[in-house]
Structures are given as C-alpha cells and as structure tokens.
C-alpha cells in the first residue's frame, strides 16, 4: 500500500487474480463469446428442442456444435429454425448451395464436387450430402446464423459438416454447405434437431458473439 507489504484475502468461487489499476485484485472475465446453451443427451429420442435461446439484443451472430449418434440404418439427420414451439418446416424455404468431399474403404476414392440439391426444401440438412446412414455412424455439424430474429430480410446460416463410419472402415465424408432460409416475415428464436430414427446420442453447444 506503498508503505508496508498487505495481504490480498482470498476470491470467490469462479474469480480470477488481475491487475487493477495500481495493485492485483480478484475478478471475472469478460468475454465476447458467450455460452448460451449446452447439452449432452443419451436419450433415445427422436429430437430435441431447443426453445427461445437467440437474443439479438445482445448478440450479433451465433454458432452451433451438434455431434450426433444415430441409432439405426435409413436414418438421416435435419435441422429447423423454430419461432416458440412452433416448427418452421411448414414450406421451402431452406435453400442451399456448398460442396461435399468424400474418402471411401479403398484409401484412394478421394472426390469432391459440388451437389444440384439446393432447390426450397421443408428443413437444413444436418447430415448435409453422402451422409453414411450406418448405425453408429457420427456426424459432427458447426453451424453459424446471423441475425435470426430480424424479418424483412432473408437470414443465413453457414454449414461445416464431418462424419465417420463406427463400422472400422475408411469411409469419411466431409462437407461446406451455404443456406438461405426465405421465409423473411417470422422470427426465429429456437432451433430443432431431428432424425427419421432415433439419437443414440447428441451433444449441442450453442454460443453467441456479444454485439
């Protein structure tokens, strides 16, 4: 205290040490990224919800992690924007453009090119394109949406997209994919995950970047 040596008493649970403006002093962190929600399901379920979690007061752009574990052959993966409890998977109007890379059993099938099927469907395809419909099979999914409440305009979301066979062979499928959700008159406020089978296993972070 610029006379004698004084002791810093201990912090609360959660502070970090920082240095103030003369002298070391306990605090939080401020951060730009902010967790919002985080599940981890073993659930055998067929979807899970995820109700009135954007906030575009606060946050400029949001992204999601979904790893997800299907319990059965046939079984593909979709993604829907929600409004409340409401479903958006009423029209077409999830529109999409992207690529798709793949690596097959014979260590040497490596291909990548783009897919026509971008014309207005009911839902996002989580599992995007070539998507192996084995059961175990699991798909890791991070996507990015901006400005999800505003209407009036057309909202984006940006799709990076992996997954890899349980059955111990080489098949690996990697994608990019761009969508353009056209229905421009209802908020979006919530985000669904669903499947035409049922989840082993989903896990769902979703963060925002503060404004």
Known sequence: DGSGLQRLAKGTSGNVLKQGTNHPEWGTISSDWVKI???DSTS?????????VFDDSTYSAYKIFITSEIAGGG?????????????LNNNNA???????????????????????DGDGRPSLDI??????DATGAVTFNSLE????LATGRYRGIMSHYGQRD??????????????????????????????NGTFERVT???YGIKK
């Open 37 to 39: 929600n985080y599940t």
């Open 94 to 116: 999830y529109y999409k453009g992207g690529v798709v890379g793949y690596r097959q059993t014979d260590n040497s099938a490596n291909t990548a090119g783009p897919n026509s």
């Open 127 to 132: 599992g995007n394109w070539g998507q192996s």
């Open 75 to 87: 079984d593909q993966i979709y993604g829907y924007f929600m409004n409340g409890s409401t479903v």
């Open 166 to 195: 349980n059955s111990g062979t080489d098949f690996i499928v990697g994608g990019f994919a761009i969508y353009q959700y056209n229905e421009n008159s209802t908020p979006v406020n919530g985000f669904r995950i669903d499947t």
């Open 44 to 52: 055998a379920v067929s979807s899970h919800e995820f109700q009135n």
């Open 204 to 206: 769902f972070a979703l």
């Open 145 to 148: 949406v901006w400005g999800p």
